[in-house]
């Protein structure tokens, strides 16, 4: 059954995502330095700079591709890539492909360069199919200084690799003008986050003016609320441990659940990604009854009785679909529960000659586990701070007899209230 269920989500997923792809967005052109182009944007949250985008004049025209050739830069989604001929640093960075050379390897290229700062000082971010990270710096118009990151390997026989921070001289000199930048930070890091805040520093302290452009990448949005609910839980065993067990009517066991969330949705995807995380409190108690007639009101009476107090951790991913003001969610993922409790009981009822039934105790299993491990999926929908979902669990139960298997299949109707 859970496999069904992943496998109807993971094509709903896979429909909606490939009609999502395409997702324009406001933003113009920059065709000359003076002539700009409003429309909208195929925006795709690169990871890399971009080479070509998609662009309509209007939110349902036809679509038409731009690239290096036609293009100044362009503006979509809070970034702004402007084209510029740079020096690439082309050294290998692998440890195993590092040259000898102290000197780094670069190239002539044109890209489009993401601005992370722009003024009277300004910075830049490339990263292209090599997945290498390069930044420059500005403060002309039209001069773009590659701030070179470099390693090469000593020629020795130890193969010792020799660090160059090149790029730490050059922000020296670059921001000599503003002693307070550079100020403390004698071991900054080649990354777009570290160097960007010496830019916010420089404007913060030193400059007359405000940065026109101060992009920063977006971060991970995290919500945190309680859930509560309704719980279904239908036991079942198969194999031969025990007939009265394996043909056994255990009715479903209707329970309250209820806890706490902790989901952390992913910008990179445009928040339609999340990991959702839950803690909860989970229970199920049900019986089976087996009895055997005999002449007269003799009888023999089986009640078997299993039931657990979970404290249950689930993990998902979550996959959320807009539709108006509601977010259409499906997720799927797996569950880990710790017993705090157990009932596992067996009641024998025996009536023959006596007035009254003889009535002793047993256990039903005797080797049980005090962990469940569980398959999840499950849909729903949120608006603003409120949420609702159905959701559908398959666990191993808790036979840790070889010869009996025991499930568990588990249905939750819940409700949630984001506080954060």
Known sequence: MISKITLIAFLLISFHYSKAQRSFEPGYLLISASDTLKGYIDYKNWSRNPETISFR????????????????????????????????????SAIDELSYSPLPKLEKTTAFLLTLNSGPKSLYYLKGKDEKVQLYVSDKPGVYELLVDHRYLANNASRQVVTVNQYREQLKK?????????????????SSKMVNQLFDRYYAQCASTKPAISYKSATSVTQFGIIAGLTGSK???????????????????????????????????????????ELAFVSYKTSSVDETRYTGDSYNRWTSTMGYNYIKLTNMVRYYIPAGGLKLFLNVGISNAAAISETNEEIIE?????????????????????????????????????GAEFRYEFTNGMSALQDLRSTISRTYLLVSYRIK
């Open 57 to 92: 004049n209007t939110a349902d025209g036809a679509a038409k591709t731009y690239g290096l050739s036609d293009l100044e830069g362009f503006y979509v989604h809070g970034e702004s890539y402007i084209k510029a001929e740079v020096d690439v640093n082309a050294s290998p």
């Open 174 to 190: 670059f921001f000599s003008d503003c002693e307070a930048v550079m100020a403390g930070n004698k071991k900054i890091f080649y």
């Open 235 to 277: 036991l079942n065993f198969e194999g031969v441990y025990d007939p009265r067990l394996v043909h056994g009517n255990f009715p479903v066991s209707r329970n309250a659940t209820g806890g706490l969330f902790f989901n952390l949705l992913v910008p990179r995807l445009k928040q339609r990604i999340s990991v959702y995380n």
């Open 350 to 386: 025996s009536k023959f000659s006596s007035p009254q039934p003889l009535v002793s105790k047993n256990i039903v299993l005797g080797a049980t586990r005090k962990h469940e491990l569980g398959f999840v999926g499950g849909a729903g929908a949120t608006y603003k701070k409120f």
